[in-house]
């Protein structure tokens, strides 16, 4: 799909059937590689607060945090819908809170979207922000920022009760104005029906082929990120490789003294190189 994205790409797809594709970028450089490469949209996932600042979860990451690599990414996007995560203690608190935040990641980020973790319980939230007019995108199934409330990172859905609850919580963010639901850590035939109950797209990580589009964190599908990596992840490149082998070729070079060469050197005249000499010698 060439051009601008936007949500109403997201709601030609669903009606269309075409597949959309998102990945998370946290950077102006990798924004605009995937921007060229014409991904739908870039998320700008609170995951940052593992692949960038090394926390281990996404629990410390704050408002300021995602406002600064909103920024970067919004401008290196040209085309992709830039998605902003609101971080955790951002939108549960209140109504009120989750405006004046989703509206901090609209202005001083640039964003295109906000996305927010839950069902039932944030749809106060999404409603408000929709009202707005800020596109909401949801995210249900094994959401991160209740990682110590599942007691680890465990695929969620899996009983009848909650694979009920979760097929529940998909159409009501729909209701609430939602106009995207990630599906994360969740069995691929209950992703299935969510997908065929909803009209809205669904877009999957861990939540197998049946979802209406894919999102992947970067720098696990390039195989940049060692500390854990999860059954759905498909490493698309050795990226992390390629780095370490340039790394050492560079420090290599620089301990052998065959880098720089004259290539990479600026030159100064003759004359005035001369005459510098000379005045030193004096
Ligand atoms: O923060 C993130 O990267 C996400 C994706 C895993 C969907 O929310």
Redesign the pocket.
């Known amino acids: 799909m060439a051009g601008k994205n936007s949500v109403l790409t997201f709601k030609e797809a669903k009606k269309k059937g075409e597949k959309l594709t998102m990945l998370?970028a946290y950077d102006y450089s990798t924004a605009k590689i995937m921007d060229e490469a014409g991904v739908n949209s870039i998320?700008v996932?609170?995951?940052l607060g593992n692949v960038i600042l090394g926390y281990g979860d996404?629990i410390s990451v704050t408002m300021e945090d995602m406002i600064h690599h909103g920024a970067a990414v919004a401008r290196g996007a040209k085309n992709a819908l830039v998605v902003v995560?609101m971080p955790f203690m951002s939108y549960q608190t209140s109504v009120y809170d989750a405006l004046v935040n989703a509206g901090r990641l609209m202005k001083e980020a640039r964003a295109g979207a906000v996305?927010l973790e839950g069902g039932a319980r944030v749809c106060p939230q999404i409603r408000e922000i929709t009202a707005a007019g800020i596109p909401v995108v949801a995210?249900l199934g094994l959401t991160?920022q209740s990682v110590n409330a599942f007691g680890g990172h465990k695929v969620q859905g899996k009983s009848l009760e909650a694979a009920k609850t979760l097929l529940e919580d998909a159409k009501r963010v729909e209701e609430a104005g939602a106009f995207a639901v990630?599906l994360?850590g969740i069995p691929a035939a209950l992703a299935s029906m969510i997908t065929a109950e909803v009209s809205i797209p669904t877009i999957g990580?861990g939540a197998g082929a049946g979802c209406d589009g894919q999102?992947l964190?970067y720098q696990d599908m390039l195989g940049m990120y060692s500390d854990f990596t999860p059954k759905f992840v498909k490493k698309f490149a050795n990226v992390g490789e390629v780095m370490k082998e340039a790394f050492q070729a560079y420090i290599r070079e620089v301990s052998d003294g065959t880098f720089p060469t004259a290539e990479q050197e600026y030159s100064i005249p003759e004359e005035v190189l001369s005459q510098l000499k000379e005045e030193m010698v004096k």
């Open positions: 998370t998320l996932g609170d995951s996404t995560d996305k995210h991160p990630v994360e990580i999102v964190v």
